[in-house]
């Protein structure tokens, strides 16, 4: 049905789709946690109970920092509570931005090296 120099076009554009959604993911995943860093020295973890140090921001679907009224206290949303105990403080959102360049890396291997075959 298909011949091996079809096939093998095929497999190219597969891998050169790929690598670049990886490499955009690896881009958009930095920023965010770069964000997400900056906004996270508004929060403040008491007895378990996640807080943002003025008006509610946000950690997601992008950081942003609360209003400034620094005198209160506004409790997280739990969304924002999992983000910021189990990716931002644990610095487990530095090991994900890292996987998404290892992934990307891996990606650009393979990718060389069928293109030499052609």
């Not at 990886?22 to 906004?39: D, G, K």
């Not at 506004?74 to 509570?81: E, H, K, N, T």
Request: proline share 3%.
């Amino acid at each position: 049905m298909f011949d091996k120099n079809s096939m093998l076009t095929r497999k190219i554009l597969v891998y050169a789709v790929s690598l670049f959604v990886a490499a955009l993911l690896a881009l958009y995943l930095t920023m965010y946690t770069i964000a997400a860093y900056m906004v996270a020295r508004w929060i403040v973890e008491e007895s378990g109970k996640v807080w943002w140090c003025g008006t509610p921001g946000s950690l997601f679907p992008w950081p942003k920092e609360p209003g400034y009224m620094v005198d209160i206290l506004s409790s997280a949303s739990d969304l924002d509570a999992f983000i910021y105990k189990y990716l931002v403080r644990t610095n487990m959102l530095i090991l994900i931005v890292a996987a998404a360049y290892f992934l990307t890396a891996h990606l650009a291997h393979h990718l060389k090296h069928i293109t030499k075959q052609t």
